[in-house]
């Protein structure tokens, strides 16, 4: 019985090595054939190790330097960060034919958990419109649903879209976070404090969500990165230095 195994064994072994030398694929000798299934197999590796370094480079195109949360008793809120974001050029060619994009800034208040899924406690977004108005020759910036800001030069706009200077967080999330301070002082690392700044592909026109879908130049985005906890005055202006509308 053993040796019928291992006769069957052998002739199976036998039969897929004819298979791969029979391959249009690969290679007709032994080597080539090694040689070649070895190409398929990085060939392999590399589509499952492409999209993670596609969002490597993502990362780079936004970044969100000194990131501070400000405490202004007794219940106040704001955020200021350093935002720059680097456009590619289709990007640009996109905003210049009329195409809105949209920036989402985003806040998170977590309670770390070691034996599960870290737990949100608030959270909040705002979200700017960028967008090119062809009669009047200027670009127009749009934070929720308030009056827009224009600006002659994209670069302005740009900058006032993303900038995060006195960003004043709403009550609801002020109220948790005021809740929560004493303990985020006396004991920061049960917490994590979170923010990161990001193009809203789903906001796009449908044929260019598609292209975001592969190409990283539609796909802008910063890591998270943690604000320094302050008690104090907002430092820097609010947002709106262009024309009001």
């Not at 791969?20 to 190790?49: D, T, Y």
């Not at 106040?76 to 809105?100: C, F, H, N, Q, Y």
Request: contains cysteine.
């Amino acid at each position: 019985m053993t040796g019928f195994f291992m006769r069957d064994s052998t002739n199976s072994l036998k039969h897929w090595c004819d298979l791969l030398q029979q391959s249009p694929f690969l290679a007709v000798s032994g080597v080539g054939a090694i040689k070649q299934l070895s190409r398929w197999l990085i060939a392999g590796l590399l589509m499952v190790v492409q999209p993670a370094l596609v969002g490597a480079s993502d990362a780079e195109s936004v970044r969100v330097d000194q990131p501070v949360l400000v405490s202004v008793p007794p219940n106040a809120w704001s955020i200021e960060a350093e935002v720059s974001v680097a456009l590619s050029p289709p990007l640009i060619e996109a905003v210049k034919r009329g195409v809105p994009l949209y920036f989402v800034s985003e806040f998170e208040l977590l309670r770390n958990r070691w034996y599960w899924f870290d737990e949100k406690l608030s959270g909040h977004v705002r979200v700017v419109r960028l967008m090119y108005h062809a009669v009047t020759q200027h670009y127009w910036v749009t934070v929720g649903s308030g009056h827009p800001q224009t600006y002659p030069q994209l670069e302005q706009a740009l900058s006032a879209a993303t900038q995060l200077q006195g960003w004043a967080l709403p009550d609801s999330v002020a109220s948790v976070l005021t809740a929560h301070s004493k303990e985020l002082k006396r004991n920061p690392d049960r917490y994590e404090l979170r923010l990161r700044v990001r193009l809203d592909t789903a906001q796009l026109p449908k044929p260019l969500q598609m292209n975001a879908l592969t190409n990283r130049d539609w796909n802008l985005s910063s890591d998270w990165v943690l604000p320094k906890l302050t008690v104090g005055t907002a430092v820097r202006p609010p947002l709106g230095t262009g024309q009001s509308e």
